[in-house]
């Protein structure tokens, strides 16, 4: 079993930065690859980025490549998502989730997830 906790969330204007984070419970937590997604109101949960359970994997989504860094400290039981760069669009919910399976950029695809935390960019 994992438990997962978002924070770092808030307001920024556009062109500003923010660093989520994502800390687990459990001991099993570094032999999980975790994944963040993005969910705008009224619309669906779609994915961010994703980390293996080594760290030495990492995957984007197309709309954040460039711009959003993802990382991870097992030693802290810590995964985080530096965000840069931010745009009006980038506003919206933000859940981690974990998984078996690196690099899964859906959903469905992930056991554990986070209660969220909400990404605000004013522009």
């Known amino acids: 079993q994992v438990q997962l906790v978002e924070s770092g969330g808030g307001l920024v204007q556009a062109g500003g930065s923010l660093r989520l984070s994502c800390a687990a419970s459990?001991?099993?937590?570094?032999?999980?690859?975790v994944g963040w997604f993005r969910q705008a109101p009224g619309k669906e949960r779609v994915f961010v980025a994703a980390?293996?359970?080594?760290?030495?994997?990492?995957y984007y989504s197309d709309s954040v490549k460039g711009r959003f860094t993802i990382s991870r400290d097992n030693a802290k039981n810590t995964v985080y998502l530096q965000m840069n760069s931010l745009k009006p669009e980038d506003t919206a919910v933000y859940y981690c989730?974990?998984?078996?399976?690196?690099?899964?950029?859906?959903?469905?695809?992930?056991?554990?997830w986070g209660q969220g935390t909400q990404v605000t960019v004013s522009s």
């Open positions: 459990g001991r099993t937590f570094s032999s999980y690859a």
């Open positions: 980390i293996s359970w080594s760290g030495g994997l990492t």
């Open positions: 989730a974990a998984n078996r399976i690196s690099g899964a950029r859906q959903a469905r695809a992930y056991d554990y």
